[in-house]
């Protein structure tokens, strides 16, 4: 089977946990004393129902303040495919938390309270979206059951939401589903109030979204990540490179250059727990031989020649700024991508991004907080990279402060 990553976002009560608590309960995904210590839980804070938020919102300050502040990850199964949930909080000094549940997403599922329409949360949520190139949009519509299960409500938000988002460009699809995650209504079960939408239920369509074509299989890229060397009787000359296929295809007999070196070879073997494999693709974890005896050590790059990537030390990259501190002038920072760890100064503050409008602010020399914008960068040795729309795990990276050891931001290529 394969697997599907999503993350839901939303406004503060949209009903993000609640809609993940009843895909885990309609999908038969809990076991009888998780649901037995909710609906205790529910009992103690006098709740008139099962309040299923509370599979997700695990956190003392979460449940006393009935919101999500940390990302909650879930994991479930249906015959058909396996998921990954990220619950990332909608409150706007979270920001940060939710750029980190959805960067490695398939598939965001965008709620908007169908009291409430399309709001500034919203915008914010789509524009974080469409940065981080999540290809696949469910815009789920809550609370249908507060408005009557009115379809003119249901049109109008479509309607005001397809406006906004016709400013986004990297998103290939977005489906428009009514729910009320508190009753079930089109989340597991095609719902009985709503028989003027002729759409498929929330967890059919998560089963049956095509996310195959995302990973970028034409560009060859293995960033190294160790080396081993077993040193036994057994495998007494083994030298393999283990790493992360990033994209591309390698096979046994394939023509590769190691970089930076510039140093060019052929794939000899490829090694995985279940023995030698014929081929290997992103993202699989494998040991590659070579045929000859190359100089190669984390932070290298396997590629072929045919689409080689960026080798520089000059970056241009949006970023999203986690820390309390606001960014230095010039800050110098660690910068970590792929397997490769160097120091790198914030040349120039290019712009931030007004996530309401848009529009782009320019003049400000520094980032706080869940600030979006673009900046430049000099490292000190080069990188060895792609830019994000072409490839998310080698066009992406983080940046620590060396001081504290603490990931203040994160970055996208361009």
Not at 71 to 77: D, L, N, S
Request: proline content about 4%.
């Amino acid at each position: 089977m394969d697997l599907l990553r999503f993350t839901t976002a939303g406004s503060v009560d949209d009903g993000k946990s609640t809609l993940i608590g009843r895909l885990l309960y309609d999908s038969k995904s809990i076991f009888e004393d998780q649901l037995e210590a909710v609906e205790e839980s529910s009992r103690k804070r006098g709740d008139e129902h099962v309040n299923l938020a509370l599979l997700t919102d695990g956190l003392k300050a979460e449940r006393e303040q009935g919101i999500t502040i940390d990302v909650a990850y879930r994991y479930f199964a249906t015959p058909k495919r396996k998921f990954i949930i990220a619950d990332t909080p909608g409150h706007i000094q979270y920001t940060r938390n939710m750029v980190t549940g959805a960067s490695t997403a398939n598939l965001a599922i965008i709620l908007i309270d169908a009291r409430k329409g399309v709001i500034e949360q919203t915008k914010r949520h789509s524009f974080i979206a469409n940065l981080l190139r999540i290809q696949h949009l469910v815009v789920a519509i809550n609370k249908m059951d507060l408005v009557d299960y009115s379809e003119q409500v249901y049109d109008q938000i479509v309607e005001d939401y397809r406006a906004m988002a016709s400013r986004l460009g990297n998103i290939v699809d977005i489906t428009f589903i009514p729910i009320s995650a508190l009753n079930g209504d089109n989340v597991v079960d095609k719902s009985q109030h709503m028989p003027w939408y002729q759409g498929p239920a929330l967890l059919y369509h998560l089963e049956h979204v095509y996310i195959g074509g995302e990973e970028n299989h034409v560009d060859a890229r293995f960033p190294v990540q160790w080396v081993i060397r077993p040193m036994s009787d057994e495998w007494h000359d083994f030298r393999g490179y283990a790493g992360r296929v990033a994209g591309g295809v390698f096979k046994p007999g394939d023509r590769v250059t190691v970089l930076p070196s510039g140093f060019s070879t052929r794939v000899k073997a490829i090694h995985s727990p279940d023995g030698e494999k014929e081929e290997a693709y992103a993202p699989q974890s494998v040991c590659i031989t070579l045929e000859d005896e190359i100089d190669i050590s984390r932070g290298d790059m396997l590629v072929k020649d045919n689409n080689p990537p960026e080798v520089t030390q000059d970056i241009e990259a949006m970023i999203c700024w986690f820390s309390s501190k606001p960014m230095p002038h010039r800050a110098k920072l660690i910068i970590r991508h792929t397997t490769r760890e160097t120091k790198a100064v914030v040349q120039e503050v290019k712009y931030h991004v007004d996530i309401n409008t848009l529009h782009k602010v320019e003049g400000l020399e520094t980032f706080a907080m869940n600030d979006i914008g673009r900046i430049s960068l000099r490292t000190a040795v080069p990188l060895i990279h792609d830019s994000y729309s072409r490839n998310r795990q080698t066009g992406s990276f983080i940046l620590i402060d060396p001081g504290t050891n603490e990931t203040v931001g994160a970055g996208m290529i361009v």
